[in-house]
């Protein structure tokens, strides 16, 4: 990674990613594309109620930290053991290790889970299941999943989001930058530590700039690096074909992971 310059997308451990790359001999580029998050406040407590009163015959949950939020504002909205019921009721499918274990904190055992923790595994976990007018709802994060919704409407489904909190858009400016440093190739590598990283970065480009230099400038000079397979699945969908990440989902593998391809390079 010797003279390598990396853009990080994170807003959280940087220090100890920047060290790491440091050691490695590289240069950490500080572009943060991960937004602002808030909670949803009263507002979830809303939908919630309208989940339960819906009585819905799936509930997919996608992260574990999404589970955790929508269990902590049931307890807020005095409606715990409503909610535990509309779970238990409904039959779930969930992604990811995290989520599964949550779930199983509850006494709840999913009957779909993603092998892989990525939405086409969790796709391929819920073929041969019946969702016609069925009312599935899925708990995401804050990114979308376009994919679910699809696969979920074309089977006759009535489809519902649930999202513990809201997202507002990282800095244009930081973005923008961000777009010319890797369509001028300015910098070798850009780090993505999550899925919403990746859609506000490419949204960004395809609203405000143009997405075919941005692809281009990834399929040649300008690595993509993902901290995990969702994140990396994230890249893909938005037209990546190179993406570096690691076995474990970790930032410190994932940056050993990126310096390990720039050594296989130079040989």
């Not at 990396?6 to 572009?31: H, N, P, V, Y």
């Not at 535990?84 to 992604?95: C, L, P, Q, S």
């Not at 009957?111 to 016609?132: N, P, Q």
Request: aromatic share 8%; hydrophobic share 45%; glycine share 8%.
């Amino acid at each position: 990674m010797h003279g390598k310059r990396i853009a990080l997308c994170a807003s959280r451990k940087l220090d100890e990613m920047t060290t790491l790359i440091e050691k490695q001999g590289g240069t950490a580029i500080i572009r943060p594309a991960q937004g602002t998050v808030f909670s949803k406040g009263s507002e979830l407590g809303e939908e919630m109620r309208t989940v339960i009163a819906m009585r819905p015959d799936w509930i997919v949950f996608t992260t574990g930290i999404g589970f955790e939020a929508l269990l902590e504002a049931a307890d807020r909205e005095g409606m715990a053991a409503q909610w535990h019921r509309t779970i238990k009721e409904a039959n779930v499918a969930a992604r990811g290790y995290k989520t599964v274990t949550a779930l199983k904190q509850i006494g709840v055992t999913p009957v779909a889970v993603s092998e892989d923790g990525t939405t086409k595994g969790l796709i391929a976990a819920l073929y041969g299941h019946d969702f016609a007018e069925k009312n599935v709802v899925v708990q995401l994060y804050g990114d979308t999943a376009p994919r679910l919704r699809q696969f979920f409407l074309e089977r006759g489904a009535s489809y519902t989001e649930l999202l513990p909190y809201r997202h507002v858009a990282p800095d244009e400016k930081t973005l923008e930058t961000l777009y010319n440093e890797v369509v001028g190739c300015e910098v070798d590598a850009v780090c993505f530590t999550s899925a919403m990283q990746v859609r506000f970065f490419f949204s960004f480009a395809r609203e405000k700039k143009e997405i075919a230099p941005l692809l281009d400038a990834f399929r040649t000079d300008v690595v993509a690096c993902a901290v995990g397979k969702v994140t990396k699945e994230a890249l893909e969908e938005e037209g990546v074909d190179r993406v570096i990440a690691p076995e474990h989902e970790r930032m410190g593998a994932m940056i050993v992971t990126l310096a390990r391809y720039f050594d296989a390079q130079a040989l």
